[in-house]
């Protein structure tokens, strides 16, 4: 896998901690900068560490699903774009906490990656080894979500879910892409 497509499925996967990051800079919850380091260092651990639980069970059952391997990261990877699509249409709770903190920071890290465990599944379906991608999708995640806790705080949560569409889009282009490429 090339670096130009692993850092396209970074960005994708980062965009909704990047929308969510926005959302909590714009309602101002993040007290401060150790806050809003520890939020965006969060969602780029777990965004590190889902692709590498997904690549592990995928690795495990690949045997089994070899001479469909493409098709599924097509079906995975299209879901994970519609479901972001999806997802940007659903109204944005408000924070009553700080974000950065105790079990709301956990849910959240968790939420915003469950589209990076599929996308470390179908990285073992391709047998494509998940190291790599996965230390840049977690530091493309940190890098995202840090600038938009900040560009929160300047221009509030209007361009969040237009992000949220965009990475769902990306997602879905790189699914086709992949199932293209076994096509032909």
């Known amino acids: 896998m090339l670096l130009s497509e692993i850092i396209v499925i970074a960005f994708g996967l980062a965009l909704d901690a990047f929308a969510v990051s926005l959302g909590a800079g714009a309602v101002g919850r993040i007290g401060n900068h150790r806050g809003a380091v520890r939020l965006a260092f969060h969602f780029g651990l777990f965004q590190f560490f889902m ?8 690795y495990k059952i690949e045997p089994l699903v070899k001479n469909v391997d493409d098709w599924i990261a097509f079906v995975l990877l299209f879901y994970i774009g519609v479901k972001m699509i999806w997802d940007s249409y659903k109204p944005v709770g408000e924070f009553r906490k700080d974000p950065s903190k105790g079990k709301e920071m956990v ?9 990076a465990l599929v996308v470390g599944f179908s990285l073992a379906i391709l047998m494509i080894s998940v190291w790599y991608p996965a230390f840049i999708i977690g530091i493309v995640t940190a890098l995202l979500s840090i600038t938009g806790i900040y560009l ?3 221009i509030g949560s ?6 949220e569409i965009v990475g769902g889009l990306i997602i879905i282009g790189i ?9 032909i």
Do not use: C, E, R
């Not at 209007?158 to 992000?163: E, F, L, Q, S, V």
């Open 107 to 115: 849910l959240l890290s968790v939420a915003t990656s469950i589209d």
């Open 175 to 183: 699914g086709l892409k992949i199932l293209i490429s076994h096509l």
């Open 158 to 163: 209007k361009i969040g879910k237009k992000m």
């Open 51 to 58: 692709p590498v639980i997904g690549w592990y069970v995928g």
């Open 152 to 154: 929160g705080k300047i």
